[in-house]
């Protein structure tokens, strides 16, 4: 694809209830980074990957919160039990080198009812 | 730690008239300053940076170490930039992520 793609674009769940948001990055691009933006809020950052490096998770608001990285490839958010307050769109950028340009998917909005 | 403010979350101005996006940092650091954009039913996107020193849209955005700001202006408004506008930062060390602020909602009126 010619640029970051994330499924799914929507999701509606019931709280409690475990979610995978996945995105696929850029071919080539070594930095992921994945944001949460909640309504009329900015982007909060979650967690970012560059290339085999530890990934900095400095930004998850709890450990109901994972995420892995395949390589330099697919990378997956799992929130577990999720609660009204996780709520939010979720995006997933990409770059060639870290701090670089980031290329951003069009989001999964996630609805915890 | 790295700190974006946007203090304006709504800015409202006239076709044709100045505008002016403002946007204060905190970095212990040597800054890496970006502003990115997002138009209505689409992907947030990057506009400009500060490394670049070039003009986008018509846009144009200084970094002054000595204020920690980076605003981002343009002479003459257009309805077309109307958009979610984000400033955001990182570290040239290669070791921290790109901080965004909360934005502002750029409304050009005709």
């Known amino acids: 694809g010619a640029g970051v793609s994330q499924s799914p674009s929507n999701k509606v769940t019931e709280k409690g209830k475990d979610v995978e948001l996945r995105c696929d990055p850029i071919?080539?691009?070594?930095?992921l980074y994945w944001y949460r933006q909640r309504l009329g809020q900015g982007l909060e950052f979650l967690i970012y990957?560059?290339?085999?490096?530890?990934?900095?998770k400095s930004g998850l608001p709890s450990d109901r919160f994972s995420a892995e990285r395949t390589g330099e490839s697919v990378s997956t958010l799992t929130i577990q039990r999720t609660q009204q307050e996780d709520s939010a769109v979720y995006l997933c950028?990409?770059?060639?080198?870290?701090?670089?340009?980031?290329?951003f998917g069009s989001g999964t909005q996630l609805s915890v009812l | 730690a790295q700190r974006v403010t946007q203090p304006e979350k709504l800015l409202s101005v006239f076709k044709g008239a100045p505008v002016e996006l403002k946007c204060n940092y905190s970095?212990?650091?040597?800054?890496?300053l970006f502003w990115y954009v997002q138009y209505s039913r689409q992907r947030l996107q990057l506009l400009l940076r500060?490394?670049s020193r070039e003009s986008i849209k018509g846009f144009t955005a200084d970094l002054n170490k000595g204020e920690t700001s980076f605003h981002l202006k343009k002479p003459f408004a257009q309805e077309e930039d109307s958009a979610m506008y984000y400033c955001?930062?990182?570290?040239?060390?290669?070791?921290?992520?790109?901080?965004f602020g909360k934005g502002t909602r750029l409304s050009v009126i005709a």
């Open positions: 950028a990409s770059s060639p080198r870290f701090s670089e340009k980031l290329f």
């Open positions: 071919s080539g691009h070594t930095a």
């Open positions: 990957f560059q290339g085999n490096s530890a990934p900095d």
């Open positions: 970095y212990s650091g040597s800054p890496e």
């Open positions: 500060h490394i």
């Open positions: 955001a930062l990182s570290g040239y060390s290669g070791n921290t992520p790109l901080v």
